[in-house]
């Protein structure tokens, strides 16, 4: 990586693996230099993911190791462009996905992972598009053809990927079965989920049961993985889909022994099983269609700022904190209290 000669920026970096309290230090960093088709961003803001926790945990495996600058969505000005960059010009507003790094005050990506941000968002939810919309989007849009009246079920429907993947399941005149943690229920249900569901309280495989019968769901948006991924696969219908896009209950053990109970609750699956059931499993992401299918990824951010522009997609802010709070901020998203996307704002 490039560093140009202008002064420090400010960083947070991941020190120490563990609590949050104790794993953050903010201290100065070299600003990076544009490749030929990279653009460096002034970040007025960025958000946080669940990817983070699990990175925080040292459970992610592409992480950069420590000290590390994590984070991957952004939103602020073009700074600087490289020298084959047409698409873009300094000055541009704009949201972008990084590679990690997007906890610093300025940041490089390749062209196409950022896109202009219209005038009718603010740089907050800008920052909110940038990983959830796009693998809402990417799993909805390009994985999964919805249909009308398909009955969909979204775990985690509250966060930033499931309140946006229940609105473009509501687009598309979906039945959408949402499931989220206590006090969340309200949300959900302003947000179009059509049968609410409290985990903490209720097995949501059994409320699905009792409401639509043995195997009633086309699709399956899960981001939690274990034990609650193969409830859900058997709730699916032949001709249904799972698409998981993370393995939140890792986090739930607190090293990695657990973590492998995680893995192992998942269960084992062949191509015959899914053959003879007529069923298909999809693993999205967001990160590697960057790396491997750049132009696809350009594609679908484009998409999801055509959908936040015309008002099909609006993201849902949680709090917003500053750089010092980033502890703070940690521990919100981790303790699953959360409703939508946390942004630090410098």
């Not at 400010?10 to 903010?26: C, P, S, T, V």
């Not at 399956?220 to 032949?238: E, H, N, R, Y």
């Not at 022994?257 to 992401?285: D, E, H």
């Not at 990160?287 to 491997?292: G, N, V």
Request: net charge neutral; with cysteine; hydrophobic share 40%.
């Amino acid at each position: 990586m490039g560093y140009c000669t202008l002064a420090p920026m400010k960083a947070i970096y991941l020190n120490k693996y563990g609590a949050a309290d104790k794993a953050f230090e903010i201290k100065e960093a070299p600003v990076p230099q544009a490749g030929p088709r990279d653009v460096v961003i002034k970040s007025t803001c960025f958000g946080l993911n669940f990817a983070d926790v699990v990175a925080r945990r040292g459970l992610y495996p592409d992480a950069p190791k420590n000290p590390a600058i994590l984070g991957y969505d952004v939103a602020g000005h073009i700074s600087e462009i490289g020298n084959e960059v047409t698409e873009f010009k300094v000055g541009d507003r704009v949201a972008a996905l990084t590679r990690f790094g997007g906890y610093g005050e300025y940041v490089k990506t390749m062209v196409e992972g950022v896109t202009a941000l219209p005038d009718s968002l603010s740089d907050e939810q800008g920052a909110a598009l940038a990983t959830q919309a796009c693998t809402a989007y990417y799993s909805a849009v390009h994985c999964v053809n919805l249909q009308p009246d398909d009955k969909v079920l979204i775990q985690a429907a509250a966060g930033g990927v499931g309140s946006i993947l229940t609105q473009i399941a509501k687009h598309k005149g979906c039945q959408v079965i949402g499931t989220a943690s206590s006090g969340k229920m309200d949300f959900l249900k302003e947000n179009g989920v059509d049968i609410a569901i409290d985990y903490t309280k209720k097995d949501f495989s059994q409320v699905i049961k009792d409401k639509l019968g043995a195997a009633p769901l086309d699709v399956v948006f899960d981001s939690i993985g274990g034990s609650t991924f193969k409830k859900a696969w058997k709730l699916i219908q032949p001709g249904g889909t799972m698409v998981n896009f993370g393995a939140a209950a890792q986090v739930a053990g607190s090293n990695k022994l657990k973590s492998l109970g995680v893995v192992a609750g998942f269960g084992l699956f062949t191509p015959l099983q899914l053959l003879m059931s007529s069923r298909s499993m999809i693993g999205v992401n967001m990160l590697r269609i960057a790396d491997h299918k750049p132009q696809l990824f350009q594609r679908v951010f484009s998409g999801v700022m055509e959908m936040a522009d015309q008002g099909i997609i609006q993201p849902i802010l949680s709090k917003n904190y500053r750089p010092e709070e980033i502890a703070e901020a940690h521990s919100y998203l981790e303790s699953r209290q959360s409703i939508g996307k946390i942004t630090i704002t410098w």
